[in-house]
């Protein structure tokens, strides 16, 4: 039987993001995949993609000036690998340069990805196989969370506080939820938040463990879970505000839980992100900013 063949995910940002789920998905199956972004790919690691192998470019404009580059590139080699592309919409640069091209239909967004960033996580979900019902667990449990916006988003940006601190940390699939999360706090609201993989908290920033830090902790990957809580009550017990994120809301002593629901694991950070986002939200109006305004970036990155 001929060995499956290699697959790299790539994207920029948001994009780049929502690749953890499905690679941690279908690794943890034995496939041979692997993450890189695209800036990174482009410029260094392009050769040791194999003519026989699959690129999955995620990308929500079809714009960016590396994802643009990167599949000229691709697509000038004597012997290029498959191109396939996500984009919101077909018509765009990377979509007509890919030999495969997934259309998301996320519709128009101005401000930080959210939809967008949702809908790459759905295509992403169905590229691993799920069902369109599983997937539409996803969205009727976002929509559950939605219809109390207004008490997450109040719990969240009470339990932050004035701490200068922010750290986001996840795991596997959870991953997503935690790079997105401080990617929108970045971007909407200005503020210097961090993700890490929850394990490498452990490794010299457990440091910063006291009353001036926050820490969300998403853990909804149900093989690591145990050990994401037992690192929220140990920074609960140092004086950390902490929130967890998880299936059944359930945390040590100390923490804040938000229950996501049961979900599959892949298409769990599309709901798990959003006390992140509604934090974004309200730090955004605090500090007088409307978060679908860019000051200084743009929503399409046209430049490296």
């Not at 599959?264 to 605090?286: D, G, M």
Request: aromatic residues 4%.
């Amino acid at each position: 039987m001929a060995a499956a063949p290699s697959i790299v995910f790539t994207g920029m940002g948001s994009s780049y993001d929502a690749c953890y789920a499905a690679v941690t998905e279908l690794a943890g199956r034995g496939a041979p995949v692997s993450m890189v972004d695209s800036a990174e790919l482009l410029h260094f690691r392009l050769p040791a993609v194999p003519a026989d192998g699959i690129v999955i470019a995620v990308s929500q404009s079809g714009e960016s000036a590396e994802l643009v580059r990167l599949a000229e590139r691709i697509t000038a080699l004597p012997s290029p690998p498959l191109l396939v592309s996500i984009t919101n919409g077909s018509r765009n640069t990377l979509a007509d340069a890919a030999t495969v091209a997934l259309d998301t239909r996320a519709g128009d967004e101005y401000g930080p990805s959210t939809m967008t960033f949702a809908g790459s996580l759905a295509m992403l979900a169905a590229v691993c196989g799920l069902s369109a019902g599983e997937i539409e667990q996803g969205a009727a449990a976002l929509d559950g969370l939605l219809e109390h916006t207004e008490v997450f988003a109040s719990m969240v940006e009470q339990w932050l506080g004035d701490r200068p601190t922010l750290a986001l940390l996840g795991r596997g699939t959870a991953r997503a939820a935690a790079e997105m999360g401080a990617l929108t706090l970045k971007e909407a609201a200005r503020f210097p938040a961090e993700s890490l993989q929850t394990a490498q908290f452990r490794h010299g920033p457990l440091e910063l463990a006291g009353p001036s830090l926050a820490a969300m902790v998403f853990a909804t990957e149900p093989r690591t879970a145990s050990l994401d809580l037992a690192l929220a009550g140990e920074l609960a017990a140092q004086g950390a505000a902490v929130v967890v994120v998880s299936e059944d809301g359930r945390g040590p002593q100390g923490v804040v839980g938000i229950a996501t629901g049961s979900l599959p694991a892949v298409i769990s950070p599309a709901v798990a992100i959003l006390p992140a986002q509604l934090l974004a939200w309200r730090l955004a109006n605090r500090r007088g900013l409307h978060p679908g305004e860019f000051q200084i970036a743009a929503k399409v990155t046209t430049r490296e």
